[in-house]
């Protein structure tokens, strides 16, 4: 599970992250990366997961498998980014493997176009 240090609480940096930061998508997710100048040095996941991926225990299964997934990223994103992934409704009928498949080459993309 990912740990409380690194959970996206604040409203305001999501907006952020979504707005401003780098994006790379695919079938069942989007993935929103930004590196802005804060004072944590613990980067942040947070996680999107609207009605229109399905029910409330179908979104809740999908978020902890996004959590369970992210944590093993956390270690390889810069120290102060912010990083928000969104599911998309293709994510309610994927497998664990599928996200993360997912996940991870949204990950690549998106940091290549941070670090250029």
Known sequence: MLSSA???SDGASFQTAVRTGRRAGSRTLVVH???PDRDGDDP???FVVSKAVGNAVVRNRVKR???HLAREYVSTLPGSAVL?????PAAAEASSRELGADLGRCLVRVRAEVSS
């Open 6 to 8: 690194h959970r996206l």
């Open 33 to 35: 990366l930004a590196v």
């Open 44 to 46: 942040l996941v947070g």
């Open 65 to 67: 498998r996004l959590r």
């Open 84 to 88: 928000v992934v969104r599911a998309l």
